[in-house]
């Protein structure tokens, strides 16, 4: 069971990348999928979450608006689209599994966390 999170990179400030949360083991539109990011010196904090029963989404409000979760059950793979990319988004973003999301897209609980993918938003 694991999850690997990709498409990171550097952007400037205002523009977009889209991650990818690919899973081997087990199948995406089974569990919640959560993405979270940990910039240097910082703790880990919720960005966006996925429900497996209502495809429901939950944002942290630092990201709402910009950011939008998504899930392509063909591919196994769940998305985290990013707009309007600003500095302090700046972060090594994970993905993870659990049973259901949290509204307040806390980590408790989640597991099967993969290596993360470096997102670097400068000029």
């Known amino acids: 069971v694991q999850l690997q999170a990709s498409g990171g990179g550097l952007v400037q400030p205002g523009g977009s990348l889209r991650l990818s949360c690919a899973a081997s083991?087990?199948?995406?539109?089974?569990?919640?999928i959560g993405w979270f990011r940990q910039a240097p010196g910082k703790e880990r904090e919720g960005v966006s979450c996925?429900?497996?029963?209502?495809?429901?989404?939950y944002y942290a409000d630092s990201v709402k608006g910009r950011f939008t979760i998504s899930r392509n059950n063909a591919k196994n793979t769940v998305y985290l689209q990013m707009n309007r990319l600003k500095p302090e988004d700046t972060a090594v973003y994970y993905c993870?599994?659990?049973?259901?999301?949290?509204?307040?897209?806390?980590?408790?609980?989640?597991?099967?966390w993969g290596q993360g993918t470096l997102v670097t938003v400068s000029s």
């Open positions: 083991g087990f199948t995406v539109d089974d569990y919640a």
């Open positions: 993870a599994a659990h049973l259901s999301c949290h509204r307040s897209v806390s980590s408790r609980g989640f597991g099967s």
């Open positions: 996925i429900s497996s029963t209502d495809d429901g989404t």
